[in-house]
Nanobody, 123 residues
């Protein structure tokens, strides 16, 4: 499985970005996917996840109400819409995929990781 994240960049506080993740797996629609992030000097943390059928989504408290995760199974794509970005959102964002259909908050539950895309929010 290959996961290719894109869409990162530099944005001012209060701005928006949309991250995309392209997955190579043929059975993409059967697996939960999500996003983690890692800021410099900090632990990797959960951001959001979505079940295989997109009926359930999961968010970290720090992004709830500002970020929206979605997926397009026909295109093997996942997205993260990020609104009202703040400097504390600055991090490398990784797209991830499970072998199961239900999302999870724990990094150890995800078998496949993309290379990451950098999001920098200036104050």
């Amino acid at each position: 499985v290959q996961l290719q994240a894109s869409g990162g960049g530099l944005v001012q506080a209060g701005g928006s970005l949309r991250l995309s993740c392209a997955a190579s797996r043929r059975a993409f629609s059967e697996h939960a996917v999500g996003w983690f992030r890692q800021a410099p000097g900090k632990e990797r943390e959960f951001v959001a996840a979505i079940n295989s059928d997109a009926r359930n989504t999961y968010y970290a408290d720090s992004v709830k109400g500002r970020f929206t995760i979605s997926r397009d199974n026909a295109k093997n794509m996942m997205y993260l819409r990020m609104n009202n970005l703040q400097p504390e959102d600055t991090a490398v964002y990784y797209c991830v995929q499970r072998v199961y259909s239900e999302g999870s908050y724990y990094p150890s539950d995800y078998s496949f990781w993309g290379q990451g895309t950098l999001v920098t929010v200036s104050s």
